[in-house]
């Protein structure tokens, strides 16, 4: 099993350039989440996902879209990228189908992302 | 709201010293409790976790964490640490519904000196 894989790892945009962060997971799970980390600040969550076409926001969603058309990939999108949006993205899954739900999250490699 | 608070942001200690990272959260309802560590240049793994039952846990590298309700505290501890547990160490909370979703403290970096 890949658990949690994320793609790109790294990329830099310009101001008002968009661009999607994709999240896989081969673990089944039901929920899936977004979140960024900064200095000083702890993971935030940006949005979450309890299913399959479904979405829900987080702490802060502001400037940030997602989608989920299929339960493994979990799609994160900055239409307008700000610099306020650089940062550290995590994706995270967890609840496998059909399993007890221990409600451990399960965490991909992150994505830099520089916006100048 | 539910929050949490890690009341330390870095923790410099000798190696085979112990170590306490702690951890206050705030929540009106019954929430789930963990630790995740983030090594350099990598993502979260969870370290341990209080669902229920026996107030005291342990992870498989030594470390321990005991929730207390009263104090609202849950408190990462290890007696002897290594180079290798320098990391950044994350407590983090759960609520108990729909979503698990988790509000995370700022972290605490350990530094582990020889």
């Known amino acids: 099993n890949a658990g949690v894989t994320q793609t790109p790892k790294f990329r830099v945009l310009k101001t008002g350039q968009s661009m999607t962060l994709l999240c896989a997971q081969d673990?089944?799970?039901?929920?899936m989440y977004w979140y960024r980390q900064d200095p000083g600040m702890g993971l935030r969550l940006i949005h979450y996902?309890?299913?399959?076409?479904?979405?829900a926001k987080g702490e802060v969603p502001d400037g940030y879209n997602v989608s989920r058309l299929k339960k493994q990939n979990f799609l994160l999108g900055l239409e307008s990228a700000a610099p306020s949006q650089t940062s550290v993205y995590f994706c995270?899954?967890?609840?496998?189908?059909?399993?007890?739900?221990?409600?451990?999250?399960?965490f991909g490699p992150g994505t830099r992302l520089t916006v100048t | 709201a539910q929050s949490v608070t890690q009341l330390d942001s870095q923790v410099p200690v000798f190696e085979e010293a112990p170590v306490e990272l702690r951890c206050n959260y705030s929540s009106s309802v019954s929430v789930y409790l963990f630790w995740y560590v983030q090594y350099p240049n990598q993502g979260l793994q969870l370290l341990l976790k209080?669902?229920?039952?026996?107030?005291l846990v342990e992870s498989i590298n030594g470390f321990e964490a005991e929730f207390n309700k009263s104090q609202t505290s849950f408190h990462l501890r290890k007696p002897s640490v290594h180079i290798s547990d320098t990391a950044e160490y994350f407590c983090a909370v759960s609520l108990r519904w729909w979503g698990n979703k988790l509000v995370f403290g700022a972290g605490t970096i350990l530094r582990v000196k020889s």
């Open positions: 996902s309890v299913g399959e076409g479904t979405t």
């Open positions: 995270a899954s967890s609840y496998p189908q059909g399993g007890d739900p221990s409600y451990e999250q399960y």
């Open positions: 673990m089944n799970h039901e929920y």
């Open positions: 209080y669902l229920s039952g026996s107030t």
